[in-house]
């Protein structure tokens, strides 16, 4: 196959067991550099879970990520930030006490270098460090948006910007395939259609995005291909437009029943 | 409103303000002096207090590790201190030798602290924190027999003094028609380590590793997620708090001339772990006024509440000695009761940057 060159991130059999729950089973999949790679499934599929999975979290019981050729298995959640990979979560987890700014400032940790010693002396290197962290902490603040909340303690931003902050903390820690989970949810229409515009800015920006969603116009408009999971299996992956209309796929999401009744319709 | 010092406009008024107080502090202990030499003793009591609180703060106010074995380490500064400056091996090293010592081996007991605790949060972490304070003091009980190591509850004594350039800091001198006691020329010195200690703190919490110690205090899971090596960073917290925790000892052990396990209870643990808490948790100028008060109200009630007795009732109705706790106590519930999150809550640091210039509100 000639895509398996521009292969980001290869999943291979990731499966994962809490006590005799299967979350997930032989998970196989494959998201290209520069697309935006959907995750949907009804709620419990383990969409989140091969989130933690993936981020280094939890450890999969079975099958393993290689992402840019190199295996993710066993490596700790900050060395996966190292690598490449950022995340949001889908119950925002800010630093609520610490202002906007500090929130993207912080996601700069992994690109930056000063030590304790340098912190202490503050020489010329560490100033100018500091300077550029704070800098690219603006930059990305206007990027997604939230910038003139920039000193405001993020607990006290509007959830949207929560939102978005935590996109720009993620961005921060300049990642090749950014993983965003639920970003649109509680958000009305018209913050539903900046996200949209967002991510797509971020996808032509160069990063590769997967997006776990419930919001399906958004899905189906944004991705270029989707994964449905259902009880932790994949039931269908492929373009938007071929996944929605793929008999599985409805009856996870509506019950087989009913399923039926939109076919005869 | 009419601001009157607008230091933006006026970066010298800054100055100015550093000059003042800096004439205030050096003209301090000689005021003291004057109501009684006791209260230059007081007063570097609280200074040491005020180190140990700071690095507390390191552990408990930025990174959230809650702590109640601190005091341990203090122990370990005074100990390593002691068993290198006193009869009791007959070594007699000098000071500038022994308190990089002794910060590195409280630094070292840091570390053994945080290696078994990092899976460890809140509640737990404060049990087996107060457990490794118990032990410690136990130890250094106990280490009497078979070698004589601490000589046990009898303490260490004839602790030799700190010596700069042949001068005592113990004995009192006259110089440049003044009387230098002891305890004024320990106050100078241990001013210029509080000083030194204020400004690693600000570096430290304005920095990178300040950065990722308050992430792990905001949220550990998130911290992890953007990158941050939560053990390694937990480990510098404790390793740092720690060494503060064994330069203050080093400087107590000379002070006193004397240490015994005695001075390492856990109530003092307590009693820093109420100074951080009481000031403000990660805000550092308020840890440091948190330890004053926590240091000079009780000594200040000692002196006023047997008078106030006298001058009100004509007689001493309760002995001042009870009644000087139960009043600091009181004292303690209502400030946590009034102002849950400090005198100085953790402020919000406002940032601006010189190159873009985004303020916060003129923008909206």
Redesign the interface.
Same mark, same amino acid.
Request: charged share 30%; aromatic share 4%; proline share 2%.
């Given at each position: 196959m000639s895509d398996t060159a521009r292969a980001l991130l290869v999943a291979n059999g990731i499966s994962k067991r809490f006590g005799g729950v299967h979350a997930l089973s032989g998970v196989t999949f494959e998201i290209r550099q520069g697309e935006i790679y959907g995750l949907i499934g009804p709620n419990g599929a383990g969409k989140t879970t091969l989130f933690n999975v993936l !981020?280094g %979290?939890y450890p999969a019981d079975g099958g393993e990520f290689a992402f840019e050729g190199r295996s993710l298995a066993a490596v @700790?959640?900050?060395e996966?930030?190292?690598r490449g990979i *950022?995340?949001t979560?889908q119950n925002i987890?800010?630093?609520?006490?610490? =202002?906007a700014?500090?929130n993207v +400032? %912080?996601?700069?940790?992994?690109?930056?270098h *000063? !030590?304790?010693f340098?912190?202490?002396m503050?020489n010329a290197r560490?100033r100018e460090?500091?300077?550029a962290?704070? @800098?690219r902490g603006?930059?990305l603040l206007?990027y997604v948006g939230v *910038?003139?909340?920039?000193?405001?303690?993020a607990k006290h931003l509007a959830y949207g910007d929560q939102r978005k902050l935590e996109i720009a903390? *993620?961005l921060?820690?300049d990642p090749r395939l950014l993983a965003l989970d639920e970003p649109a949810a509680g958000m009305n229409a018209t913050e539903t259609a900046a996200l949209r515009a967002l991510l797509e800015r971020i996808r032509g920006d160069g990063t590769t995005i997967l997006l776990i969603e419930h919001d399906m116009k958004l899905v189906m408009s944004l991705c270029d291909r989707v994964l449905v999971l259902d009880y932790g299996k994949k039931i269908a992956e492929g373009p938007a437009a071929v996944v929605q209309k793929d008999e599985k796929v409805i009856s996870a999401y509506l019950g087989a029943d009913v399923a039926l009744d939109v076919k005869r319709a | 409103m009419h601001v009157f010092f607008d230091t933006r406009k006026h970066p010298w008024l800054v100055w100015l303000g550093f000059a003042l107080i800096g004439i205030a502090l050096a003209l301090l202990p000689f005021a003291l002096a004057q109501v009684g030499t006791s209260w230059v003793r007081i007063t570097n009591y609280a200074i040491l207090y005020i180190l140990l609180a700071l690095g507390l703060n390191i552990v408990v106010g930025f990174a959230g590790l809650l702590d109640l074995g601190y005091i341990a380490f203090y122990a370990m500064g005074a100990y390593t201190y002691a068993l290198l400056a006193s009869p009791h091996f007959n070594l007699h090293l000098p000071f500038w030798v022994i308190l990089p010592i002794g910060a590195a081996v409280a630094a070292f007991f840091g570390l053994l602290l945080g290696a078994p605790t990092l899976k460890l949060r809140g509640d737990y972490l404060a049990i087996v924190t107060l457990g490794f304070g118990e032990i410690i003091r136990i130890f250094l009980n106990n280490l009497s027999r078979p070698i004589n190591i601490t000589n046990g509850p009898q303490g260490i004594a004839s602790i030799d003094p700190f010596r700069i350039a042949g001068v005592s800091l113990s004995s009192s001198d006259t110089f440049l028609g003044l009387t230098w006691s002891g305890p004024i020329k320990y106050y100078y010195l241990l001013l210029v380590v509080l000083m030194i200690v204020i400004v690693?703190n600000i570096?430290?919490q304005? =920095?990178? %590793?300040?950065?990722?110690w308050?992430?792990i205090r905001?949220?550990e899971?998130?911290?992890?997620? +953007?990158?941050?090596?939560?053990r390694n960073m937990k480990l510098?917290a404790f390793a +740092?708090g720690a060494s503060f925790g064994g330069i203050a000892g080093g400087m107590f052990s000379a002070i006193q001339g004397f240490i015994s396990p005695e001075s390492f209870v856990l109530v003092e643990s307590v009693n820093v772990l109420a100074m951080v808490v009481l000031g403000g948790m990660g805000n550092i100028f308020g840890v440091i006024l948190g330890a004053l008060l926590l240091s000079f109200v009780p000594e200040v009630l000692r002196y006023t509440v047997g008078p106030a007795q006298m001058a009100l009732f004509g007689r001493t109705i309760i002995d001042p000695e009870v009644i000087r706790m139960l009043l600091f106590g009181i004292t303690l519930v209502g400030m946590m009761l009034f102002r849950p999150a400090g005198i100085l809550p =953790?402020a919000?640091? @406002?940032?601006?940057?010189?190159?873009?210039r985004?303020?916060?509100a003129t !923008?909206?």
């Open positions: !981020t %979290i @700790k959640p900050h996966v930030a190292a *950022a995340r979560f987890r800010l630093f609520a006490n610490l =202002s700014l500090e +400032m %912080i996601g700069r940790h992994v690109r930056t *000063a !030590t304790v340098g912190a202490i503050r560490t460090e500091e300077r962290i704070e @800098k603006y930059a206007e *910038a003139r909340r920039a000193n405001d303690l903390r *993620a921060a820690t | 690693i570096r430290l304005n =920095s990178r %590793i300040g950065r990722a308050e992430a905001e949220d899971v998130a911290a992890r997620a +953007m990158g941050i090596n939560t510098l +740092m =953790s919000l640091r @406002k940032r601006e940057l010189e190159t873009a985004v303020p916060a !923008t909206a």
